[in-house]
């Protein structure tokens, strides 16, 4: 049996395969990355108390191509989404499973490196990865790696946003600025590098709902743009809620950079994707309380009241444009393609 | 960003649609088409139409190089990559567009075609150098401003000598489009269709120039304002153009002029008079038939042309029967008219040609102005 070689080493099928390359696998990367007493304990399940209340359970699956891109990679992705998931229920994100699916012959390497990533990731966000499961599929039948985490969360009393609790004249506020993933992602796909210094914005969000949390329990909604940006939440929430919402497209704050690129490419930074950036739909009353502890956190300095809950029967989201004019702010159709002119 | 934002200036708009507002006179009312989606898509994008008097109202032509393409066409292209098993490039608003039998690149993609998304024909000639061994073919779409790098690619791989890479040329010409517009019975016969000018096209003209459009704006008595694709440029133009109507003047004026000179990019014009010559007619999805529209690749370089090179047949498939596409395209109606809109023909299951592109004056205008529709104002 060879020793592991981290730096020249590949993933092979024996990694998978029950064996003791296996055990080798998951002792040198995956339980020195992750550490905490929980994994250690090497059963294949986590056995632990919870506290009385509501708990929170969500579930996603990552298959990003570039595994590495400006500002994040895969394994930090993986943590910070679920975090995330937990968080925009309110919830105090507890442990998390991860479920690796490799594919042979990818660099152990970047395996490592993806994997301690995630470890920091988790740990920053003060969370355990305290299960989880790994599969090796033939060369050709994956993209390098696919992670699917799963976490549980405690909802502290009192807080309970939820999509559907959306009313005419919540005012609508957005943690920062938009598009920052999605171009950073973007920038880095083959045949289509651009120089770019824009920066990933992923992050675990549950710090900064906490802090939102202390000023006004009460937020109606909470959500994360992830794909299909800002339109496809916010046109989400009008569904769920039956309302229409009115935006002021020069409240929306988007870098400059991103700006640029998405002119470049045909894009609106509206449909691009973020990984660490909520909506907030609260009363008015609570307006401006959440608004400056969002701002007072690190990850909410550039937040804004962006619009209003408005009462529409069609469950329209409307866009006040700098211009002087009004438009729609619809679902995408399909994937985001790039115009040609 | 710089030297762009200039051209979206809030305070500028309102000092402009002002201006509009007391030129534009109460009792007449005034029908200008953009031609390019460009423009159509700037429209909707900043909400234009909010501010224009009542009395001025836009018409969204067929300037949309993804919707006017022919629904045979891109069955065709689907038989390259399906039945030819070449590698098929294209650019990423064609790819979702369903041919004849409901089959788009996309689905033909998850069925197992080799089709690839590209950013320029240059990308698909890289791909070809890369593979020697792989029949590469780049899907040529777009009017005169996509030509000229179709063009060059096609130079390229001639002095590559690159033996695996062609080109399915589906280049259409724009003034012939303004001409078969102007030319329908409906536009001609005075009173029935009012078409009272022309937006011109940006980046087409900073190919192409000016002087084209000079014969329109003489034979059919319609003023014809070429602008950028900005908004504050929109705004202009129309101002532009309600001036002239009223004065009774039909004169090409150049609003891009920052971009645009009257005879164009002569370099592009040789390149493209080199490589390809006209097609005595060529199919236009909503318009039909339309005589000289069309580009096909020389004989001299034949080698480089998919369609002789793979012995293409050509396909037809005729347009739905409810579609009031060719209607809107030429002003006759607005697409809340058709019965189709927005029920059976969204962007996600499109029917008719203006659906499939967001630029196409459907898919504008379900994706920017139906909460317009809704609420009763005119798009």
């Known amino acids: 049996m060879k020793p592991l070689d981290r730096t020249r080493g590949v993933v092979e099928m024996a990694h998978g395969g029950g064996g003791r390359a296996m055990a080798r696998l998951i002792e040198s990367i995956f339980l020195t990355s992750f550490a905490n007493p929980l994994l250690n304990q090497r059963n294949d399940q986590a056995c632990f108390a919870v506290e009385k209340g509501r708990l929170a359970m969500t579930t996603d699956s990552y298959v990003i191509q570039p595994l590495f891109f400006p500002g994040g990679d895969i394994g930090a992705l993986s943590v910070h989404g679920t975090v995330n998931d937990l968080a925009m229920a309110g919830a105090v994100p507890l442990h998390l499973s991860a479920g690796f699916i490799l594919e042979e012959g990818l660099p152990l390497a970047d395996l490592a490196r993806l994997v301690d990533s995630m470890g920091q990731a988790a740990r920053a966000a003060g969370v355990a990865i305290v299960t989880g499961d790994t599969k090796v599929v033939e060369k050709g039948k994956g993209d390098g790696v696919f992670i699917t985490t799963t976490g549980i969360g405690i909802i502290p009393d009192g807080v309970a946003p939820s999509g559907e609790r959306a009313r005419p004249g919540d005012a609508i506020l957005l943690s920062g600025t938009l598009g920052d993933h999605g171009v950073a992602v973007m920038s880095r796909r083959e045949n289509l590098s651009f120089e770019t210094a824009i920066l990933s914005d992923c992050a675990s969000l549950h710090g900064l709902v906490a802090a939102m949390v202390a000023v006004a329990p009460d937020l109606h909604v909470l959500r994360d743009p992830t794909r299909g940006g800002l339109a496809a939440t916010l046109n989400e929430i009008a569904q769920q809620s039956g309302v229409g919402m009115e935006l002021v497209e020069t409240a929306i704050p988007v870098k400059a950079q991103v700006r640029a690129a998405c002119e470049l490419l045909g894009l609106d930074p509206l449909n691009v994707a973020n990984e660490g950036k909520l909506v907030a739909i609260v009363a008015p009353k609570d307006a401006e309380r959440v608004l400056a502890a969002m701002q007072a956190h690190p990850l909410g300095r550039d937040a804004a009241r962006i619009g209003t809950v408005i009462e529409d029967a069609d469950r329209f989201v409307v866009l006040k444009t700098g211009f002087g004019g009004t438009r729609m702010v619809d679902w995408l159709a399909g994937e985001q393609l790039p115009r040609i002119c | ?379």
């Open chain 2, 1 to 379: 960003m710089k030297y762009v934002d200039e051209f979206r200036d809030g305070a500028l708009a309102q000092g402009l649609a002002g201006a509009i507002a007391r030129a534009a006179r109460p009792q007449r009312r005034y029908h200008f088409m953009e031609f390019c989606g460009g423009h159509t898509h700037a429209i909707f994008r900043y909400g234009l139409a909010d501010l224009l008097p009542e009395g001025v109202r836009m018409i969204h032509g067929p300037g949309c190089p993804v919707c006017v393409l022919p629904m045979g066409r891109i069955d065709m292209a689907i038989q390259l990559a399906v039945q030819h098993g070449v590698t098929l490039c294209t650019y990423g608003d064609m790819l979702r567009v369903p041919g004849g039998k409901g089959v788009s690149l996309l689905t033909a993609k998850a069925q197992g075609a080799d089709i690839r998304m590209v950013y320029s024909p240059a990308d698909a000639v890289a791909l070809a150098q890369a593979h020697p061994d792989r029949p590469v073919v780049f899907f040529a779409i777009g009017f005169e401003t996509t030509t000229p790098p179709t063009a060059l690619a096609i130079k390229q791989a001639a002095a590559l000598g690159l033996a695996n890479f062609s080109v399915f040329c589906n280049h259409v010409l724009t003034p012939s489009a303004i001409q078969n517009i102007l030319e329908s019975p409906e536009v001609r016969e005075l009173g029935t269709v009012p078409l009272d000018g022309f937006i011109g096209p940006a980046h087409v003209s900073t190919v192409i120039g000016s002087r084209p459009y000079e014969f329109f704006a003489e034979e059919y008595r319609r003023p014809v304002v070429i602008a950028g694709f900005e908004p504050l440029d929109v705004m202009q133009a129309i101002l532009m153009l309600v001036r002239q109507v009223n004065e009774d003047r039909f004169e090409v004026e150049n609003e891009f002029a920052r971009a645009v000179s009257r005879d164009g990019n002569a370099k592009a014009k040789a390149l493209v008079a080199e490589l390809f010559e006209l097609r005595r007619s060529f199919e236009w999805r909503g318009l039909g038939r339309v005589p000289y529209s069309a580009l096909a690749i020389k004989a001299a370089y034949g080698a480089f042309d998919a369609e002789r090179r793979f012995a293409l047949e050509p396909v037809s498939v005729p347009d739905h029967k409810a579609c009031a596409c060719g209607a809107i395209l030429r002003g006759l109606k607005t697409p809340a008219d058709c019965a189709l809109f927005g029920t059976a023909c969204t962007p996600e299951t499109p029917i008719g040609s203006c659906m499939v592109s967001a630029e196409g004056a459907c898919a504008a205008w379900y994706s920017y102005g139906r909460a317009r529709g809704a609420r009763g104002k005119p798009s």
